[in-house]
C-alpha cells in the first residue's frame, strides 16, 4: 500500500514545473476570487445563523486540510516537513481561527485572526514561493494541499472580515506582535545550522536587502510594522465598503 500511495503524492518532477503566474497558477487565484465572490453573493442574501454555520464549516475545511497533510506528507516525502509547524502566520492563524469557535476567550480575537489570516494566505496565494523552489509539477500534490490550504483560508478570512465586525485595532496589534514572538521562538527552538525555516521572516530579510547578521535584530520589528500597516490599510478598504469605521477604537 506505501509503495502505491507514495508514487501518487510524491513530487512530481520533469517536464513542466508550477512556476509564479503560469496557466496553473493562474487558474488557482481566479477559483479563489470566484469562489469568495459566489459564496459573499450567496451568503448575503442568507440570514446570520446560516452565515455562521457555513463559515464554520468552511475553517473546518481548512483545518482539516493542515492536519490531514502531517498524515500524508510521510507518505508524499517520507517524513514530516517541521516547515508546516504552525509558526508561519498562514498555519498560526488558521489553527487559532478554528479554535476562536470553540473556545469564548479567543473569540473576542477572531476578528484579528481573520485579518491577518487573509492578509498572509492571500499574499501567498499570489506569490507561492515554498512551492515554486521545489521545481515540481503544477498537479503534483505539493502544489495542490499549498494551494488549496491558502485558498480555503483566504475565502474563510475574507468573508469572515466581511460579514463580521472589522474589529478594534488594539486586538490587532496585539495579535500581530504575539504572532512575531511566536514565530522568533520557534525558530529560535527549530533552526539548526543545518537548516533556517524563518518562519514569519523574522529571522531572514526575504528580499536579501539586509545582511545575514542583521536580519535577526531588525526583521521582527520591520515585520510587525509592515504586517500591521497592510492590516490597518484593510481595515480601511472594508470600512469604507461597509460605510462604517476602519477599526472600532474600544474592544
Not at 6 to 14: I, N, P, R, S, V
Not at 33 to 48: I, N
Not at 52 to 73: P, T, V
Request: aromatic letters at 16%; a positive charge; charged letters at 10%.
Amino acid at each position: 500500500m506505501y509503495p502505491f500511495l507514495h508514487e501518487l503524492l510524491a513530487d512530481k518532477k520533469g517536464g513542466a514545473n508550477f512556476t509564479c503566474f503560469d496557466p496553473c497558477h493562474l487558474l488557482w487565484i481566479a477559483l479563489t476570487v470566484g469562489a469568495a465572490a459566489l459564496l459573499g453573493v450567496y451568503l448575503g442574501k442568507q440570514e446570520g445563523r446560516c452565515r455562521e454555520k457555513a463559515l464554520g464549516n468552511l475553517i473546518a475545511l481548512g483545518f482539516g486540510l493542515y492536519i490531514l497533510d502531517f498524515f500524508l506528507m510521510p507518505l508524499a516525502y517520507g517524513e514530516i516537513d517541521l516547515e508546516k509547524l504552525p509558526f508561519h502566520a498562514c498555519t498560526t492563524m488558521c489553527v487559532l481561527c478554528f479554535l476562536s469557535g470553540h473556545n469564548h476567550f479567543l473569540r473576542r480575537f477572531r476578528s484579528s485572526f481573520a485579518l491577518l489570516g487573509f492578509v498572509s494566505n492571500f499574499v501567498y496565494l499570489i506569490y507561492p514561493a515554498g512551492v515554486m523552489w521545489h521545481g515540481v509539477h503544477p498537479w503534483c500534490y505539493r502544489v495542490l494541499q499549498t494551494l488549496a490550504f491558502h485558498a480555503v483560508l483566504s475565502v474563510y478570512c475574507l468573508l469572515a472580515l466581511i460579514f463580521g465586525e472589522t474589529g478594534c485595532w488594539k486586538h490587532h496589534l496585539a495579535v500581530t506582535t504575539a504572532m512575531t514572538a511566536w514565530a522568533v521562538l520557534g525558530n529560535y527552538v527549530y533552526n539548526t545550522e543545518a537548516r533556517v525555516y524563518n518562519w514569519f521572516f523574522v529571522i531572514r530579510d526575504p528580499f536579501g536587502i539586509l545582511p545575514a547578521d542583521v536580519s535577526p535584530f531588525v526583521m521582527p520589528g520591520l515585520n510587525l510594522v509592515l504586517f500591521f500597516a497592510v492590516e490597518l490599510a484593510v481595515c480601511a478598504v472594508l470600512g469604507w465598503l461597509k460605510g462604517g469605521k476602519a477599526c472600532a477604537t474600544k474592544a
